[in-house]
């Protein structure tokens, strides 16, 4: 069968010296059939539909991809277009190129129906990820896909256009980082910044093309004379020039707000060598001819980045006054750090039983295993945003274990990056032998000691979950809390989902919201509502998601009532921010006992010419089960206003050691510092050592109470801080 299309042609020829006379035939036949599938279609820009796949083929090739990626990509969009099925194709092609085109296939396909545009996003990157756990090549397939759509996306319109230079940017550009594929990466980040920012990418462009003949002389001087002296002690080295990508220094110029000018690395000069000992040998060499600027000098040798990524970077500056960065590697780091993980073809002849790649890659299962203990797909979402980026920092175990970890990220993460039960124990860190609080985010070089506590019952702290940056920690952390909290889990969901409604001005004991509940926890495939509340309680959903669902389908019903049936508001009395259903003019107080404040669970108690006592539900005056009680018709259900505006009182007990010298400095200094109503204050040590303070201070809701005991935790020697009754 004649070849029709020029491209192919092309891409045939390179095959031909790379492949067996089998493997070239399979492609071939991959060929015609695709063109043949596609032969009625065309693209935006006009041209014949199938100048696409060979594209991405042609992409895949300059990866070093094997044959059965480039059949797949050849493939990839023929099982939408045609009658034929994956079982036709697994019979033609084989097994492999079959999973390979449904998992590119499966990425491409819309998700279920009902999906906002951000949940449809999560949805497919999530199913992306499960694809690059299973084969990464599915993967490199699709970043090939995406690249010559970014090449060819002017064609396409505006809107649809921006969305798709960022997503690229925020995702696809990330995961050809986070797999060591630099052309591929810095193509996209380009390509995306041109899309999203034409001016500001212009300028830059204008800016480089300003300067191209001086840098060009400049990069060539710099070549010369540092080959002149590496060639002294490593003959066959090899030394090349290159600018800084755009997308580079586009970030540092509007990210960093830097001028041009600012912007050390925009020229680099690369040394290959033969081995490591080299590598360190001309570094040395090229120290004593130009001045190292301090703090800019890497070895990613010695510790690797998480994509595989070595080399030596040092930024140095000559009696010119520019300064420029070299990088020195040997030849198979400098494989890995043009490819990537498609220079390590796990499925190559000969690199079946590859025990490295599969560290290399078990960063995807942790992710995957990671998103499957949250509800909501959003979630995964923010993750890639914070962990697929390429800044990330590199500490140390105080036995010499080096963690890499997302900038940002704190010491909790640091933790729980080493053992789940290193972090469920963590009761404070040391970094470089200082007591540091749990919100110190980690940087370069330090070394990070946790301290735990012997007591299994402790557990993470609720905050955390606010407070980790690694969707590790967070699945760590929610995976104890619905482990081992359930029952805490479910009255904590219950009060943060009806404070949630109640700020929406909707009532959760009504009629019409029981019955909505009901149908919002089963269509997020809780089995009852309870579990729905779990959930909420240990973090697995976000109720900005949902509520405002709840609040449309509630207008919805409102609407939809038949003529002449009316829906009666519950009546209610307010008093002391409290609201007591279908009673009015009541008098109510907050007992004593337990001090309720807005955001606590509370019950009301019917007292003899009082009116209601308002209870915290889990206060020890409340009995467990109130149908077991002597007055069961006296305690009724109440709630807090949703707009309630008052200020209550509450009583704090911190338990310390004895290790921090200035304790009540430090506490007085939180109080002033929070600017807290202090109405009382007692400090009392304690025989066995230690010490105990009690203070009462003025609150407005839970939610302020739990900034406050997260303020005073951070304290030297608070060792606990407990709310208790008056």
Same mark, same amino acid.
């Given at each position: 069968?004649?070849?029709?299309?020029?491209?192919?042609?092309?891409?045939?020829?390179?095959?031909?010296?790379?492949?067996?006379?089998?493997?070239?035939?399979?492609?071939?036949?991959?060929?015609?059939?695709?063109?043949?599938?596609?032969?009625?279609?065309?693209?935006?820009?006009?041209?014949?539909?199938?100048?696409? +796949? *060979?594209?991405?083929?042609? =992409?895949?090739?300059? &990866? @070093? #991809?094997?044959?059965? $990626?480039?059949?797949?990509? !050849?493939?990839?969009?023929?099982?939408?277009?045609?009658?034929?099925?994956?079982?036709?194709?697994?019979?033609?092609?084989?097994?492999?190129?079959?999973?390979?085109?449904?998992?590119?296939?499966?990425?491409?396909?819309?998700?279920?129906?009902?999906?906002?545009?951000?949940?449809?996003?999560?949805?497919?990157?999530?199913?992306?990820?499960?694809?690059?756990?299973?084969?990464?090549?599915?993967?490199?397939?699709?970043?090939?896909?995406?690249?010559?759509?970014?090449?060819?996306?002017?064609?396409?319109?505006?809107?649809?256009?921006?969305?798709?230079?960022?997503?690229?940017?925020?995702?696809?550009?990330?995961?050809?980082?986070?797999?060591?594929?630099?052309?591929?990466?810095?193509?996209?980040?380009?390509?995306?910044?041109?899309?999203?920012? +034409? *001016?500001?990418?212009?300028? =830059?462009?204008?800016? &480089? @093309? #300003?300067?191209?003949? $001086?840098?060009?002389?400049? !990069?060539?001087?710099?070549?010369?004379?540092?080959?002149?002296?590496?060639?002294?002690?490593?003959?066959?080295?090899?030394?090349?020039?290159?600018?800084?990508?755009?997308?580079?220094?586009?970030?540092?110029?509007?990210?960093?707000?830097?001028?041009?000018?600012?912007?050390?690395?925009?020229?680099?000069?690369?040394?290959?060598?033969?081995?490591?000992?080299?590598?360190?040998?001309?570094?040395?060499?090229?120290?004593?001819?130009?001045?190292?600027?301090?703090?800019?000098?890497?070895?990613?040798?010695?510790?690797?980045?998480?994509?595989?990524?070595?080399?030596?970077?040092?930024?140095?500056?000559?009696?010119?006054?520019?300064?420029?960065?070299?990088?020195?590697?040997?030849?198979?780091?400098?494989?890995?750090?043009?490819?990537?993980?498609?220079?390590?073809?796990?499925?190559?002849?000969?690199?079946?039983?590859?025990?490295?790649?599969?560290?290399?890659?078990?960063?995807?299962?942790?992710?995957?295993?990671?998103?499957?203990?949250?509800?909501?797909?959003?979630?995964?979402?923010?993750?890639?945003?914070?962990?697929?980026?390429?800044?990330?920092?590199?500490?140390?175990?105080?036995?010499?274990?080096?963690?890499?970890?997302?900038?940002?990220?704190?010491?909790?993460?640091?933790?729980?990056?080493?053992?789940?039960?290193?972090?469920?124990?963590?009761?404070?860190?040391?970094?470089?032998?200082?007591?540091?609080?749990?919100?110190?985010?980690?940087?370069?070089?330090?070394?990070?000691?946790?301290?735990?506590?012997?007591?299994?019952?402790?557990?993470?702290?609720?905050?955390?979950?606010?407070?980790?940056?690694?969707?590790?920690?967070?699945?760590?952390?929610?995976?104890?809390?619905?482990?081992?909290?359930?029952?805490?889990?479910?009255?904590?969901?219950?009060?943060?989902?009806?404070?949630?409604?109640?700020?929406?001005?909707?009532?959760?004991?009504?009629?019409?919201?029981?019955?909505?509940?009901?149908?919002?926890?089963?269509?997020?495939?809780?089995?009852?509502?309870?579990?729905?509340?779990?959930?909420?309680?240990?973090?697995?959903?976000?109720?900005?998601?949902?509520?405002?669902?709840?609040?449309?389908?509630?207008?919805?019903?409102?609407?939809?009532?038949?003529?002449?049936?009316?829906?009666?508001?519950?009546?209610?009395?307010?008093?002391?921010?409290?609201?007591?259903?279908?009673?009015?003019?009541?008098?109510?107080?907050?007992?004593?006992?337990?001090?309720?404040?807005?955001?606590?669970?509370?019950?009301?108690?019917?007292?003899?010419?009082?009116?209601?006592?308002?209870?915290?539900?889990?206060?020890?005056?409340?009995?467990?089960?109130?149908?077991?009680?002597?007055?069961?018709?006296?305690?009724?259900?109440?709630?807090?206003?949703?707009?309630?505006?008052?200020?209550?009182?509450?009583?704090?007990?911190?338990?310390?050691?004895?290790?921090?010298?200035?304790?009540?400095?430090?506490?007085?200094?939180?109080?002033?510092?929070?600017?807290?109503?202090?109405?009382?204050?007692?400090?009392?040590?304690?025989?066995?050592?230690?010490?105990?303070?009690?203070?009462?201070?003025?609150?407005?809701?839970?939610?302020?109470?739990?900034?406050?005991?997260?303020?005073?935790?951070?304290?030297?020697?608070?060792?606990?801080?407990?709310?208790?009754?008056?």
């Amino acid at each position: 069968m004649e070849i029709m299309d020029l491209e192919y042609k092309e891409l045939r020829d390179k095959i031909e010296g790379k492949f067996s006379q089998a493997e070239v035939a399979a492609i071939d036949k991959a060929y015609f059939l695709a063109a043949k599938a596609h032969s009625h279609q065309r693209r935006r820009s006009g041209q014949p539909y199938i100048i696409h +796949p *060979i594209a991405v083929a042609a =992409i895949l090739f300059n &990866l @070093a #991809a094997d044959a059965p $990626s480039i059949q797949a990509a !050849l493939l990839h969009d023929v099982v939408e277009d045609t009658e034929m099925t994956l079982e036709d194709m697994k019979r033609e092609f084989g097994e492999t190129v079959a999973t390979l085109v449904d998992g590119v296939t499966k990425l491409g396909k819309v998700p279920l129906a009902g999906l906002d545009r951000e949940e449809e996003q999560a949805e497919n990157l999530r199913k992306m990820l499960i694809a690059m756990s299973q084969d990464i090549r599915v993967i490199i397939i699709k970043l090939a896909d995406r690249l010559h759509n970014m090449r060819t996306l002017s064609f396409v319109p505006e809107a649809k256009r921006r969305y798709t230079a960022k997503e690229t940017l925020e995702f696809y550009a990330p995961i050809a980082h986070r797999l060591g594929i630099r052309p591929v990466k810095e193509e996209l980040e380009d390509l995306a910044i041109s899309y999203l920012d +034409p *001016i500001g990418y212009k300028e =830059i462009e204008e800016s &480089l @093309a #300003a300067q191209s003949d $001086s840098r060009s002389e400049f !990069l060539e001087n710099i070549k010369k004379r540092v080959g002149e002296r590496v060639h002294e002690i490593v003959p066959d080295a090899r030394i090349e020039g290159r600018i800084k990508s755009v997308h580079g220094i586009y970030r540092k110029m509007y990210i960093q707000n830097r001028n041009f000018d600012e912007i050390y690395d925009i020229y680099a000069v690369r040394v290959l060598v033969n081995t490591v000992t080299d590598c360190y040998n001309c570094l040395g060499l090229i120290h004593d001819m130009f001045r190292p600027i301090p703090g800019r000098f890497k070895d990613y040798i010695s510790t690797p980045k998480p994509n595989m990524y070595q080399s030596l970077h040092s930024t140095l500056i000559g009696k010119e006054g520019i300064p420029f960065e070299v990088q020195i590697r040997t030849w198979e780091m400098h494989e890995t750090a043009e490819f990537g993980i498609a220079a390590h073809w796990k499925y190559k002849v000969g690199r079946s039983a590859d025990n490295k790649m599969d560290e290399r890659l078990s960063w995807i299962r942790r992710f995957v295993e990671n998103q499957e203990n949250t509800e909501d797909s959003l979630d995964i979402l923010h993750s890639i945003k914070n962990e697929l980026v390429p800044d990330e920092v590199y500490v140390f175990t105080p036995k010499g274990a080096v963690i890499n970890l997302p900038q940002g990220a704190n010491v909790i993460d640091f933790a729980y990056a080493i053992h789940s039960e290193v972090g469920n124990r963590m009761i404070g860190a040391k970094v470089d032998g200082r007591i540091v609080t749990f919100e110190h985010q980690v940087k370069t070089g330090e070394i990070i000691e946790i301290l735990t506590s012997g007591a299994q019952g402790r557990g993470p702290s609720r905050d955390w979950l606010k407070m980790v940056k690694t969707s590790e920690a967070r699945s760590k952390i929610r995976m104890w809390f619905k482990r081992e909290k359930r029952d805490e889990n479910i009255v904590e969901g219950r009060g943060e989902f009806e404070r949630e409604l109640r700020r929406s001005n909707l009532h959760p004991d009504s009629e019409i919201m029981r019955e909505l509940i009901e149908k919002v926890a089963e269509k997020q495939h809780f089995q009852n509502v309870n579990d729905f509340y779990a959930a909420i309680g240990y973090g697995g959903i976000l109720l900005s998601r949902i509520i405002p669902h709840i609040r449309e389908e509630y207008n919805k019903i409102i609407k939809a009532k038949p003529p002449g049936v009316e829906i009666k508001d519950i009546k209610h009395s307010s008093s002391e921010g409290v609201i007591v259903p279908n009673v009015e003019n009541c008098l109510v107080k907050l007992s004593r006992c337990c001090s309720p404040i807005p955001g606590d669970e509370i019950i009301g108690f019917i007292t003899r010419g009082h009116g209601i006592s308002v209870h915290k539900r889990d206060c020890s005056n409340v009995p467990k089960a109130i149908e077991n009680s002597p007055e069961p018709e006296r305690w009724i259900e109440v709630y807090w206003d949703y707009d309630v505006k008052e200020n209550f009182n509450a009583t704090l007990l911190l338990k310390c050691t004895d290790d921090n010298k200035n304790l009540m400095g430090d506490i007085y200094s939180a109080i002033a510092n929070m600017r807290l109503s202090l109405h009382a204050l007692d400090y009392r040590e304690n025989k066995g050592g230690g010490a105990t303070v009690v203070m009462n201070i003025t609150v407005n809701a839970v939610d302020h109470l739990w900034s406050i005991i997260a303020r005073f935790n951070k304290i030297g020697g608070v060792l606990s801080v407990e709310r208790t009754g008056t």
